[in-house]
């Protein structure tokens, strides 16, 4: 069974039960979840992640911009469309109206 490149209790890559040889990326850790008014104004202002994680933002309901810095691009996540985030890729978010997301975070490039 191949290792997941991981020590100890991180989360990682799994087997997917189904037996197929495809590896499930799973995140080792996940925000709450925030709304238009708990999204909390270190998102909404200029961030990025850690050297080697990457993040996916993951509306709920409703709709949320992603600004990516560089390179420079938006776009408008739905919970049909969540964002990747690359490892330190500076970026911020913006509720457009009623919204409710999460972010997870993982240590392999997670598919979407």
Do not use: C, N
Request: charged residues 20%; without cysteine; hydrophobic residues 40%.
């Amino acid at each position: 069974m191949p290792a997941s490149g991981k020590e100890g209790g991180s989360a990682g890559a799994m087997h997917d039960p189904g037996g197929s040889e495809e590896i499930m990326v799973i995140p080792y850790r996940s925000t709450p979840i925030f709304d238009e008014a708990t999204l909390p104004a270190a998102l909404r202002s200029e961030h990025r992640t850690k050297a080697g994680v990457w993040g996916v933002i993951r509306v709920i309901e409703g709709r949320l911009k992603l600004t990516y810095l560089d390179p420079a691009s938006e776009v408008v996540l739905t919970p049909d469309r969540p964002g990747l985030i690359l490892p330190e890729q500076p970026h911020f978010v913006e509720p457009l109206g009623a919204m409710r997301m999460q972010v997870d975070f993982y240590d392999q490039q997670p598919s979407l």
